[in-house]
């Protein structure tokens, strides 16, 4: 398989974002990582990135404040996060398909970034077990642990997003923590046909289709048959101006005992995810 445009596209757009970095981090990261990459950024696609980058750039700072010395991103392409919000004492363990490691290790090897505290893993999500390979690369079990599926889980079928996300429940303890993006759509109408249409519109919906995209209340039922107990659910409208509501979900989930908050807390529109 050859290198993601999607992801490219993705990084390009998302190096023009004002966002934060911890103070050993690099501002200019993204930036650096997408030097000569020529793919365009995406007008169109500029709000929901930016309502998603806020949310998940909330996340690793809690986590890091917190006390959480291990990030797993799932899907990671070239997400800058491990060089934005570089931590003495946090590992980032970025997984992504063969092609797209290789051409990363190439970005930062010329970028000069240190490689002990960034570990790159290769998988292919519709064949290797994710468990071994978080194993295999160092990740800790034992150790809480920032799990993030950004913008993944819409390319994958839904047996394999429930393989993914059963490997991340087998090797998170009670403290760790799930954030993931859900691709959503109004119930009243069939996914299939929702899943067409999108990827009619979108140039690499051949190339890189987009799989499921599911109401709001059976993508949440899909992380609880996981074992990940729902703690908050954002729509992506409410963070930024220009999304349309009801098409993304960004939720956290914990992998310990359910928080008797629960309730409340899912599908509450508006609430600060930091």
């Known amino acids: 398989m050859g ?18 970095c911890s103070g050993g981090g690099d501002p200019d990261a993204q930036r650096r990582l997408c030097a000569g990459m020529d793919v365009p950024p995406s007008n169109w696609l500029r709000p ?22 291990q990030i797993v991103v799932v899907g990671a392409g070239y997400d800058d996060r491990g060089l934005r919000f570089r931590t003495p004492g946090v590992r980032f363990y970025e997984i992504d ?3 797209t490691q290789v051409d990363k290790v190439r970005r930062l090897q010329a970028i000069g970034f240190p490689a002990e505290d960034l ?8 064949y290797d077990d994710l468990d071994r390979v978080l194993a295999r690369c160092g990740h800790d079990a034992r150790r809480a642990t920032l799990f ?22 087998g090797r998170s303890c009670p403290d760790s923590t799930l954030a993931a993006s859900l691709a959503t759509h109004s119930p009243d109408v069939a996914s299939d046909d929702v899943v067409a249409a999108a990827n ?9 289709p987009w799989r499921t995209i599911l109401p709001a209340d059976v993508h949440l039922e899909l992380l609880e048959c996981t074992g990940w107990h729902v703690d908050l659910a954002v729509d992506a409208a409410e963070l930024h101006e220009g999304v349309t509501q009801g098409r993304s979900l ?7 005992r359910r928080h008797s908050a629960h309730s409340q807390d899912v599908g509450r529109r508006g609430r600060d995810p930091s």
């Open 3 to 20: 290198l993601s445009r999607t992801s490219q596209v993705v990084a390009v757009t998302r190096s023009d974002l004002s966002r934060p």
């Open 48 to 69: 929901a990135l930016a309502a998603r980058t806020r949310f998940f750039d909330d996340q690793v700072l809690a986590a890091i404040s917190a006390g959480i010395a």
């Open 97 to 99: 398909q063969p092609s």
């Open 119 to 126: 570990v790159l893993a290769a998988a292919d999500f519709f």
């Open 148 to 169: 993030i599926c950004e913008g993944v889980l819409v390319y994958l079928e839904q047996k394999i997003i429930v393989s993914v996300l059963a490997s991340l429940r």
């Open 200 to 208: 009619a519109r979108r140039r690499s919906g051949g190339s890189e």
């Open 250 to 256: 960004l939720v956290t989930a914990s992998s310990g």
